[in-house]
């Protein structure tokens, strides 16, 4: 049974950092491409990054390149998002969420069907 817990969200001001984690468990942790997704009340769920099983490719959404930085240690079975220079828009929920590596090439929301609960990231002005 796939599992996904992640941590370290919390509140932090404006121009703050935050790293967030994804502890993955019930999977061969490096067979499986991992991304971040977020979520505000209201709003559909949406793509902040991704990487792939080995660690080689990596790819985020506009709105967060040169802020945001997605690593993963395959020996630790986890997944980090390191989040620098915050503004008050990252304020969300978080999500990670897994993949097998080679079902595609997407990082689509609906390639993800293992997903963890979230943590809540607010960013005060």
């Known amino acids: 049974q796939v599992q996904l817990v992640e941590s370290g969200g919390g509140l932090v001001q404006a121009g703050g950092s935050l790293r967030l984690s994804c502890a993955a468990s019930g999977l061969t942790f490096s067979m499986y491409a991992m991304a971040w997704f977020r979520q505000v009340p209201g709003k559909e769920r949406e793509f902040v990054a991704a990487?792939?099983?080995?660690?080689?490719?990596?790819e985020y959404a506009e709105s967060v390149k040169g802020r945001f930085t997605i690593s993963r240690e395959n020996v630790k079975n986890t997944m980090y998002l390191q989040m620098n220079s915050l503004i008050p828009e990252d304020t969300a929920v978080y999500y990670c969420?897994?993949?097998?590596?080679?079902?595609?090439?997407?990082?689509?929301?609906?390639?993800?069907?293992?997903w963890g609960q979230g943590t809540q990231v607010t960013v005060s002005s």
């Open positions: 969420a897994a993949r097998w590596d080679f079902a595609t090439t997407s990082y689509a929301r609906a390639t993800f069907p293992y």
């Open positions: 990487i792939a099983g080995s660690g080689g490719r990596t």
